[in-house]
């Protein structure tokens, strides 16, 4: 038996169920809130509170169990707000630990670590072990896997160090991590390639958005090498339309590898990186319930088999965190 870490505590593997891999609870720059409350929209805590609770409950309506939720440090990571809202509804939540940049460290970092003015052991590394072993910010709260990034800007000082610091956390720790990567730009082979020089075991990755490509030949390299693939944008039609990510996802399963992709849409109750208005009109679709309504029954039409559906909603993400520690 294996316990994974969520919100409310250690749950057993074999209870996760249906999960969805990639999923944002909020995404909220705190400073910009305090100082601008009302830009791009309105918040207010007790309606986004309710409006989180309400699109989690249907999510769990439509027969999901789980959502990953890879909210770290850089995206407005507050677990008190998340420790409330899974109070009222019945589905597990899983939290990150890591930092999200495409670029530098945040300044709290930039000039203490190895060589720099202040000489030290790599804090990020102790920072991401102390949430996964004692948990975050006094919440009781573990985190169960590490989460970094690295977009079209590349493999920047910045993202490197943060790549490397999760890499040695992972290894020391075992916990598993997934990477935002710009599929674009093919960054995954890159993130494969830093992590594999510190140590990490491959089959314990997902290289996030990789569902933005349908480039086969690159897709099926990173799978090759031995990591998850996140299909886990359905809904961004802007980035790739609809027809063509199912598409993919049908292709690379007719060639065997549904043992290699796991399934999310990237969608949050909130994300203040947009109006709300904006965000409904040119993505509509970017919502928790779009896989179950919509993608899950185009994939079946192409001949995706309910064995192959299963091996990625509730298999994958079941070994992912069953990962030897």
């Not at 920047?156 to 992972?170: I, K, L």
Request: proline share 5%; net charge negative; with cysteine.
């Amino acid at each position: 038996m294996t316990d994974v870490q969520t919100v409310r505590g250690p749950v057993d593997t074999r209870a996760l169920g249906k999960v969805l891999m990639h999923e944002h609870v909020f995404v909220v720059g705190t400073e910009m809130r305090e100082n601008y409350p009302n830009y791009p929209g309105t918040w207010d805590e007790e309606e986004r509170v309710a409006d989180a609770v309400a699109k989690l409950t249907e999510l769990k309506a439509r027969g999901i169990d789980t959502i990953v939720d890879p909210t770290v440090i850089g995206l407005g990571r507050y677990l008190p707000r998340i420790q409330r809202i899974n109070e009222q509804v019945d589905i597990n939540i899983v939290a990150a630990t890591g930092i999200y940049t495409y670029n530098d460290v945040p300044f709290q970092f930039h000039f203490t670590g190895p060589g720099l003015l202040f000489d030290v052991v790599e804090p990020m590394v102790e920072i991401f072990l102390q949430d996964i072993r004692e948990g975050i910010a006094g919440t009781g709260v573990k985190a169960a896997f590490l989460k970094c990034a690295i977009e079209e800007a590349g493999l920047t000082p910045g993202v490197e160090r943060v790549m490397r610091a999760v890499g040695q956390a992972q290894v020391e720790s075992g916990v598993p991590v997934t990477v935002h990567t710009s599929a674009h730009t093919q960054s995954g082979l890159v993130a494969q390639k830093v992590l594999t020089e510190e140590g990490v075991d491959l089959s314990k990755v997902v290289i996030g958005h990789s569902g933005d490509s349908t480039d086969l030949d690159y897709l099926c390299a990173i799978a090759d090498k031995g990591s998850l693939l996140g299909m886990d944008r359905f809904g961004l039609d802007v980035l790739l339309p609809f027809e063509q990510r199912v598409d993919t996802v049908a292709e690379l399963a007719r060639r065997g590898y549904a043992e290699k992709m796991v399934l999310a849409h990237d969608a949050s109750c909130f994300i203040d990186w947009f109006s709300p208005e904006a965000k409904a009109q040119a993505v509509p679709n970017w919502i928790y319930t779009h896989i179950s309504d919509d993608v899950l029954p185009a994939l079946r039409e192409r001949g995706v088999t309910e064995d192959q559906i299963t091996t990625m909603l509730v298999d994958n993400p079941r070994r992912y965190f069953e990962a030897e520690r």
